[in-house]
């Protein structure tokens, strides 16, 4: 075995340039994003930013890797059976990047902790699970009201559907309209608002498979990886002050299977229209 390899950030990282900038590469070294959950979407996530070279990390997450995880989180292994999520996607930025500063929740968000998760931060994105609803709208608002961006992209089929939520825009809230709802009508509501409409549909083979009784989706790589690389893009975008992000309620939804591409702005105002019921401003088909 050879000499192990010293750490050198411009080294590591040297590939990106030219699509960014020495100075971006830079300024990208020093901003800090928070992720919510380190599973299917969060731990593959991660690993995108932190390739990307950006320098600091609050990661949370309560749970630990187990065989249910294995067909799409990228920290599920069986050398990690049984570990703390966060303990083991620390290991793996700290290997990609040695001088990252990680903080780490391993109780996961809870109302104690949002002030703390989100102090000092200039992004924030959304890992958490699906059906966790009640603390995805308390970190969403918290972040509208300390003036952070923040971020969706949720794996739906083979594709992915992606929003961001800027500072004196459209809000979380005002975006789903969730509050005071019943679950299951949360879970609609978020959903719809997700993919209105609907890329993914017509190729569920076992539609049983989605039980939000249950709490049970299906799920693939392929979404959680698509997931990762839009928001990568949305990050760039964000941090650097460079390229065109229409904010919410402007919706994107890409399906890789059907190879479509929706754009849409949803017509409504805080209060209004529910989610899904959106004019088409744009859409491109492949």
């Known amino acids: 075995m050879g000499k192990p390899a010293q750490f050198e950030y411009a080294e590591a990282f040297a590939r990106n340039i030219g699509w960014f900038t020495e100075a971006e590469q830079s300024a990208l070294r020093g901003k800090r994003v928070a992720i919510a959950g380190m599973g299917g979407v969060g731990g593959i996530h991660l ?21 249910a995880n294995f067909n799409r989180q990228f920290g599920a292994s069986m050398a990690t059976v049984g570990q703390s999520k966060v303990d083991v996607m620390e290991e793996m930025v700290s290997d990609i990047n040695p001088e990252a500063v990680i903080t780490r929740f391993a109780s996961g968000v809870t109302v104690e902790n949002i002030d703390t998760f989100l102090q000092g931060v200039d992004l924030f994105v959304d890992g958490f699970d699906f059906f966790v609803i009640d603390m995805r709208c308390r970190v969403f608002a918290r972040c509208a009201e300390l003036g952070i961006p923040a971020v969706t992209a949720a794996p739906i089929g083979m594709g992915t559907a992606y929003l961001a939520f800027m500072p004196g825009k459209m809000t979380f809230e005002q975006y789903f309209q969730l509050d005071g709802q019943p679950e299951m009508e949360q879970y609609m509501r978020f959903y ?24 049970t989706a299906p799920s693939t790589v392929i979404g959680c990886v698509l997931s990762a690389g839009v928001t990568g893009m949305m990050a760039v975008k ?49």
């Open 47 to 67: 690993l995108t930013l932190a390739r990307l070279g950006i320098g600091a990390f609050h990661i949370a997450d309560f749970d630990s890797f187990d065989l």
């Open 192 to 215: 719809m608002g997700l993919a209105p409409e609907g890329l993914h549909r017509p190729y569920l083979v076992d539609a049983s498979r989605l039980d939000l009784h249950a709490k």
């Open 238 to 286: 964000i941090l650097l002050g460079r390229g065109d992000l229409k904010p919410a309620p402007w919706h994107y939804h890409f399906d890789a299977f059907r190879s479509k591409l929706v754009v849409k702005r949803v017509n409504k105002q805080a209060g209004g229209q529910e989610p899904g019921q959106s004019s088409d401003v744009r859409r491109r088909r492949g």
